[in-house]
């Protein structure tokens, strides 16, 4: 369940990007030349901090737009004022406040696309990195990744597969093109012959010290989200332990291990692994404002109600609480906007 609250009545997308385009120049609209001070607003030294950019105006509009209606403020701005929203942004805003706003401003095709390459593109892949795009391919639904390969080339002259087939190394990348390029059928059915069959083929993977065999790619790369959670149950009751501790304790490569555990997560109960994804964000020295801000961003009109709950019962303390504590100011209040407190 989404937790950003569309007002009840909202102003077209013409008005969404006056208000932006306002909040851009540091004034609303008034009837008044004059500020409250008696001094004419172009002017105003008392009141300078009017002159800035209005981030409370800006977090109103947009952490209180779905994805369709964020999407005809875009393009109603552009053709108002001829400039992309998105390079205004960037430009007006600043730190992890504007890194937040852009992710949100973004089509979620696109913004999944960029995450990914980001993380292509970096230095260092590490696996706290690359379940970004175990997240894409294992957390939205198979229509959105799709969209997300689409967005990809568009935007990078790649496809999502050969750019991970070339900057990972094997296995992972065997792994994550799987994952990556899969399809799955999307509707609440499942066939518990084969979840048995299956769950005794991932055994016998994990038996012989296989965790890349072909058998395991197969099926979390082919099956339904639903039939997945059918083989997991499966393979419970049949062998006494979770999938994800048998894979735990299986010899071979450790980061190959961390990523099928995540895997398996992300398709069995996605909402605790956000909520762990927050926790782990803004747990120990410093906060990862990265994660924190992809964990909410990307899930705050899908899950984000249920991983909030799924916090609180892992960690005994609100999500929202849990941020109030770690970050501060315009970036914050915009979190807690997506997180559907009134700010």
């Known amino acids: 369940m989404a937790t950003i609250r569309v007002p009840d009545e909202v102003p077209s997308p013409a008005q969404d990007s006056e208000t932006l385009n306002q909040a851009f120049r540091g004034t609303l609209p008034s009837v008044s030349a004059f500020c409250v001070c008696g001094s004419l607003k172009t002017r105003c030294v008392v009141c300078l901090c009017r002159m800035g950019t209005d981030e409370k105006a800006i977090i109103r509009v947009l952490g209180k737009r779905n994805e369709s209606q964020r999407k005809r403020i875009r393009e109603s701005y552009r053709e108002i004022y001829g400039k992309d929203l998105i390079d205004v942004l960037t430009s007006e805003l600043s730190g992890d406040f504007m890194k937040a706003v ?6 979620p095709a696109e913004r999944d696309a960029r995450l990914a390459n980001n993380v292509l593109n970096g230095k260092k892949k590490s696996i706290d990195k690359l379940k ?30 050969e750019h991970i087939a070339s900057s990972v190394p094997f296995p992972l990348a065997k792994l994550l093109v799987t994952l990556a390029t899969s399809f799955r059928y999307d509707k609440d059915m499942a066939d518990t012959e084969v979840a048995t069959i299956e769950a005794g083929m991932l055994r016998e993977a994990i038996t012989a010290k ?18 997945l959670r ?9 062998y006494g332990n979770t999938l994800d501790k048998d894979v735990d304790g299986c010899p071979g490569d450790a980061d190959l291990k ?6 398996i997560l992300c398709i069995e109960f996605p909402e605790k692994h956000f909520a762990k994804v927050v ?46 504590g770690d970050v501060s100011g315009d970036y914050k209040d915009f979190l807690l906007t997506l997180l559907g407190s009134n700010i």
């Open 102 to 107: 852009v992710l949100w401003t973004y089509d």
């Open 132 to 161: 970004i795009i175990l997240e894409i391919s294992c957390t939205t639904s198979p229509n959105h990744l799709i969209a997300v390969r689409k967005a990809y080339c568009s935007l990078f002259d790649s496809s999502l597969e």
């Open 210 to 227: 296989q965790l890349d065999h072909d058998h395991v790619l197969y099926i979390l790369g082919t099956r339904s989200i639903y039939q």
């Open 230 to 238: 059918a083989t997991f149950v499966a393979y419970k009751q049949s």
């Open 258 to 263: 961390s990523l099928l555990q995540m895997v």
């Open 279 to 324: 926790r782990d964000s803004i747990e120990g020295f410093g906060t990862d404002e990265d994660s924190l801000t992809r964990a909410i961003v990307t899930r705050a009109e899908i899950d984000l109600m249920k991983a909030r709950g799924e916090y609180f019962n892992m960690y005994n303390t609100s999500m929202d609480n849990a941020i109030i």
